[in-house]
């Protein structure tokens, strides 16, 4: 997405060879009437990290722009299914922090312990939601199999938001990944008009929507469903 966004907004090279080219030049410079947005308005959004500090009671929040959310996968003692619900509560829970690995404390000028909380800030147009299959231990990568279900409409992420309001995505595609850590292969499925189509390489065919969900499911993509977020009564 860095790359795409970098070529989009680079100027043309054009070659100026006296008065006429100049003027042409100064044409082309001007912003054009119509535009699509940049790849940064359709996927950034912004996360927010809450520090509270367990002696002042001191609250600080840091902003960080996010191109896509990489959510850890629950861990099941029997292997079974967890949801994109349980993923993104574990993302968004509270982590305590002892002092060696926590910032200093800008009321106490000290470190000490306290709580760290993510949440988002603001929404992206487009959600990118990576599936955190792939752990490093000090000595092997590993990759979880574990069937993670999602929903295809209605995603609401605003329980992750900075206010108490419904925030909604549809799924419109997924991308696969299938095969161990050394040996892999990716697919994808994409959402054309009203119909789910499976990419696989050069072969396109369809799909239904009971065929979606697998343990395959690496990157999910939404797509906002309201243009403005809805307040719960």
């Not at 030049?25 to 927010?48: E, H, K, M, T």
């Not at 092997?140 to 938001?161: A, M």
């Not at 009971?210 to 690496?218: E, I, P």
Request: aromatic share 10%.
């Amino acid at each position: 997405l860095d790359k795409l966004h970098t070529e989009i907004n680079r100027r043309p090279y054009i070659r100026r060879t006296g008065k006429e080219s100049e003027q042409k030049y100064a044409i082309f410079r001007r912003p054009p009437v119509i535009l699509s947005p940049p790849l940064s308005d359709l996927f950034s959004g912004q996360l927010r990290s809450s520090l509270h500090c367990s002696v002042c009671s001191h609250y600080s929040n840091t902003f960080d722009v996010f191109c896509d959310l990489s959510l850890p996968i629950p861990k099941r003692s029997s292997g079974g299914e967890v949801t994109l619900r349980e993923c993104l509560d574990l993302f968004s829970q509270e982590e305590k922090l002892d002092k060696e690995n926590s910032p200093m404390c800008e009321r106490c000028n000290r470190r000490t312990e306290c709580t760290k909380r993510l949440s988002i800030q603001r929404f992206p147009q487009v959600i990118v939601i990576h599936l955190n299959r792939f752990t490093t231990s000090r000595w092997s990568i590993s990759k979880s199999t574990v069937y993670v279900s999602f929903p295809l409409t209605n995603l609401d992420l605003g329980p992750y938001g900075p206010v108490d309001c419904a925030v909604l995505y549809d799924l419109y595609a997924i991308c696969n990944h299938a095969g161990t850590v050394n040996m892999g292969h990716y697919t994808a499925c994409c959402l054309d008009e009203n119909s789910w189509c499976f990419y696989n390489d050069s072969s396109v065919t369809p799909l239904t929507e009971n065929q979606l969900q697998t343990n395959q499911a690496y990157v999910l993509f939404y797509q906002r469903s309201n243009s403005t977020a809805t307040v719960r009564k």
